[in-house]
């Protein structure tokens, strides 16, 4: 079913709901028994339109489909921040693609919304552009090496996103483009927005001026206690691959719930591939 025509059942389903002849009357005689206990009944409805609300903004952060739905409100839009603007599938011998391409809306900030939406689709566009350049140079490679196409498994590329936080001040969230072949290969882009100022939020905004000094320390600090752990192994120089030094002028980094950034590495950056991607909070 699409939106509009959810929408229109269930308005028409509200509207065709009778109201009791006696409903005001029962209203009153209901409020006049809560009076006596209408602190104790403010506190619980504080309660609940606050849990109300977490739930409603989760489900804009989770769920694409309720989220295009409520940026169609004119009233409840204003809340979402990010959505999936469009979805994208494609399939033939040599691939297998799926994505979700978000967009910025609800900022207030018309001119910012256009920059970085411009931004991504370009952004996506180019991913997939390439992956599928790559997909088709391989499977070519493995037909004239006298592969066969039954045996041939297509690549299979996935870019969705994640929202990790949005409040008043700040918007961040992921873009993850994932490529499968014999290993898998994963890449990041991260978006990471003041809503007062229009601008990209740097660590030293959150960090301060020595924010180069804090965030290598509490990452040499992180990995030498992950290390401890039995199986868990980094790059340290030993065996000629150089480890972690610093984060360097343009670290990669999201803002998490707490508003701490959290420090990005991608795979066989300052550890084995094994390892996966490592992530390191900066507590401010």
């Not at 992956?131 to 969705?160: C, W």
């Not at 700040?170 to 014999?182: G, H, N, P, W």
Request: net charge negative.
């Amino acid at each position: 079913m699409k939106t509009e025509e959810f929408f229109k059942k269930a308005k028409t389903a509200y509207d065709s709901i009778e109201i009791p002849a006696d409903l005001s009357r029962r209203m009153d005689t209901a409020i006049d028994k809560a009076l006596p206990h209408r602190r104790h009944w403010y506190r619980q409805a504080a309660c609940a339109m606050a849990a109300c609300f977490a739930v409603f903004v989760g489900a804009l952060n989770t769920s694409q489909v309720f989220a295009q739905s409520v940026a169609q409100l004119p009233v409840l839009g204003s809340v979402a921040q990010v959505f999936t603007f469009r979805e994208y599938a494609d399939q033939d011998a040599s691939h297998e693609i799926s994505a979700e391409i978000p967009a910025v809306s609800g900022t207030g900030n018309e001119k910012l919304e256009t920059r970085i939406n411009t931004e991504i689709q370009k952004r996506v566009d180019d991913i997939l552009a390439e992956a599928n350049q790559r997909s088709e140079a391989e499977h070519k490679a493995f037909l004239e090496t006298g592969g066969k196409e039954e045996d041939y498994v297509p690549m299979k590329i996935d870019v969705t996103y994640d929202v990790k936080s949005s409040n008043e001040k700040y918007l961040s969230f992921v873009i993850y483009d994932t490529e499968v072949r014999a290993t898998a290969f994963e890449q990041q882009i991260f978006y990471n927005i003041d809503l007062e100022t229009g601008e990209d939020v740097t660590l030293e905004d959150l960090l301060g001026e020595d924010w180069k000094s804090i965030a290598d320390e509490s990452i040499r600090e992180q990995i030498a206690e992950r290390s401890k752990v039995e199986g868990n192994s980094y790059f340290d120089g030993s065996n000629g691959i150089p480890g972690f030094e610093t984060v360097g002028d343009n670290p990669k980094f999201y803002i998490n719930e707490a508003g701490n950034p959290v420090v990005c590495f991608d795979e066989y950056e300052i550890a084995p591939g094994y390892m996966g991607l490592q992530e390191f909070e900066i507590q401010k």
